[in-house]
């Protein structure tokens, strides 16, 4: 069992940044890739970016890519998600998610366990 625990949300003006943290908690939770979705309501989650248990692998939304960074920390078992130059479209609950294996996956099945999800919201 993985316990995973966002924190970092808020709200924020468009242009702004925002640091996500998942903490990881649980059975080997540094051997688990760490993934980010979000949500709004009334639409299907989605994939954000994913980093591999080591570090040395990541992917990322392309159309996210060059404003959302994710990195890793297995000291701490803490996954960050830099988000920069927001805008008012990233709104969405912020979930992370940890898949056992090594690789990375968009695909929101492939994870096994959730965290309860932290708000972000951009205001214009």
């Known amino acids: 069992q993985v316990q995973l625990v966002e924190s970092g949300g808020g709200l924020v003006q468009a242009g702004g940044s925002l640091r996500l943290s998942c903490a990881a908690s649980?059975?080997?939770?540094?051997?688990?890739?760490i993934g980010w979705f979000r949500q709004t309501p009334g639409k299907e989650r989605e994939f954000v970016a994913t980093?591999?248990?080591?570090?040395?692998?990541?992917a990322a939304a392309a159309s996210l890519k060059g404003r959302f960074t994710i990195s890793r920390d297995n000291a701490k078992n803490t996954v960050h998600l830099q988000m920069n130059s927001l805008k008012p479209e990233d709104t969405a609950v912020y979930y992370c998610?940890?898949?056992?294996?090594?690789?990375?996956?968009?695909?929101?099945?492939?994870?096994?366990?959730w965290g309860q999800g932290t708000q972000v919201t951009v205001s214009s």
């Open positions: 649980g059975r080997a939770s540094s051997a688990y890739s």
């Open positions: 998610a940890a898949a056992l294996g090594t690789g990375v996956t968009s695909s929101s099945v492939a994870y096994d366990y």
């Open positions: 980093i591999n248990w080591r570090g040395d692998r990541t």
